[in-house]
């Protein structure tokens, strides 16, 4: 089944609960600025493809995070978060309902795909707003007397990163780290990364990074 969910209104019925009907779900996050012209995007499209092929029945929700871009955080939606529900004005639970929509979207899917390219040393601000409309205190995590707890648990995450330069594995690359620590915090501590790197230093660099890229995703595809 292949939903494309591209609406920010999104519907907050399970209709499509792919966790009662015991589905499978892949939620696919591309925020490539060049939507699915991206290599981040193509090297996403190509795992999730493969993916797909292996898991016929699955259910895969798609979010193009360029051509429908999520709303900044602002103090009116944070505030929103933070007042108690039967407080809430109607505007008030437009937002929340608004994240609480991308919440229950995430929750569903067991495997999440990230296109992340890397502009100016971090992630597209699209993805950044994404994260900022899913991180919810009491929601998807919470903090106890034992420190933060992630109630985001029992996913795999794959990320495929596109970058013009080569910075994997150095202090430059502050994307990983950045992810990664974030994806813990709410409980998704299953991250996998691939890397397409060195994409604007010549056509030779270029051609051997996707192709060691596509080789990997096509070993991750099961
Ligand atoms: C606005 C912009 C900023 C970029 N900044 C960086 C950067 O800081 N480091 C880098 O290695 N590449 C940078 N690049 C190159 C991209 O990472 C590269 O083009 C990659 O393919 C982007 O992923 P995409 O094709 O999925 O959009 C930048 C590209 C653009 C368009």
């Not at 209104?9 to 699915?36: H, P, R, V, W």
């Not at 299953?190 to 230093?201: I, K, P, R, S, T």
């Amino acid at each position: 089944m292949l939903f494309y969910l591209i609406d920010k209104k999104l519907n907050n019925t399970t209709d499509n609960d792919s966790k009662a009907n015991n589905m499978t779900t892949l939620l696919q996050l591309n925020s490539s600025i060049f939507s699915a012209n991206g290599n981040s995007s193509q090297l996403a499209n190509e795992f999730v493809a493969k993916w797909q092929a292996k898991n016929p029945t699955a259910s895969l929700i798609v979010r193009d995070l360029a051509s429908h871009p999520l709303p900044h955080l602002d103090a009116q939606r944070v505030s929103a978060f933070f007042t108690p529900p039967e407080s809430r004005t109607p505007e008030q639970l437009v937002y929340v309902e608004e994240s609480d929509a991308l919440i229950n979207e995430l929750k569903q899917a067991t495997v999440i795909v990230i296109g992340l390219p890397m502009y100016n040393f971090g992630i597209p601000s699209t993805l950044k707003a994404y994260f900022d409309q899913i991180a919810r205190a009491g929601v998807t995590f919470r903090y106890t007397a034992n420190g933060p707890e992630g109630l985001l648990s029992g996913k795999k995450v794959y990320v495929f990163a596109a970058r013009g330069g080569q910075y994997a594995g150095t202090a430059l690359d502050s994307q990983t780290t950045y992810v990664r620590d974030f994806l813990g915090f709410l409980g998704m501590s299953d991250v996998e990364f691939v890397y397409a790197e060195g994409l604007n230093m010549g056509e030779e660099i270029k051609a051997k990074a996707l192709a060691n890229a596509q080789q990997r995703l096509a070993e991750l595809a099961v």
